[in-house]
């Protein structure tokens, strides 16, 4: 069983921090690209930022210079620093990964439960 765990999110002030992590568990052979996905009410999920394995990144427009996505591969975890938070940031934030589950196997993806980030004074 693999599984893409989420935690760190809640409530803060605009203008406030979150650090986000994601930790990929269970019978992994290797994880290429790792991202941050948002679904906030009555809006599509959309993607906020990826990372590959070799550490190339993208942010969405409305979040860069704001957030920072990195990655511990040793640790098989994916970290989403937001900082400057706004209200429409507000938004269930999902983790999601490229993985391997043996060297033979193909990728597939999997996400996370997802957390809540609300951002509201």
């Known amino acids: 069983q693999v599984q893409l765990v989420e935690s760190g999110g809640g409530l803060v002030q605009p203008g406030g921090s979150l650090r986000l992590s994601c930790v990929a568990s269970?019978?992994?052979?290797?994880?290429?690209?790792m991202g941050w996905y948002r679904q906030a009410p009555r809006k599509e999920r959309e993607l906020v930022a990826a990372?590959?394995?070799?550490?190339?990144?993208n942010y969405v427009d409305s979040v860069k210079g704001r957030f920072t996505i990195s990655r511990d591969n040793a640790k098989n975890t994916v970290y989403l620093q937001m900082n400057s938070l706004k209200p429409e940031d507000t938004a269930v934030y999902y983790c999601?990964?490229?993985?391997?589950?043996?060297?033979?196997?193909?990728?597939?993806?999997?996400w996370g439960q997802g957390t809540q980030v609300t951002v509201s004074s």
């Open positions: 269970g019978s992994i052979f290797s994880i290429n690209d």
């Open positions: 999601k990964a490229k993985i391997r589950r043996w060297s033979a196997s193909p990728y597939y993806d999997i």
């Open positions: 990372i590959t394995s070799g550490g190339s990144i």
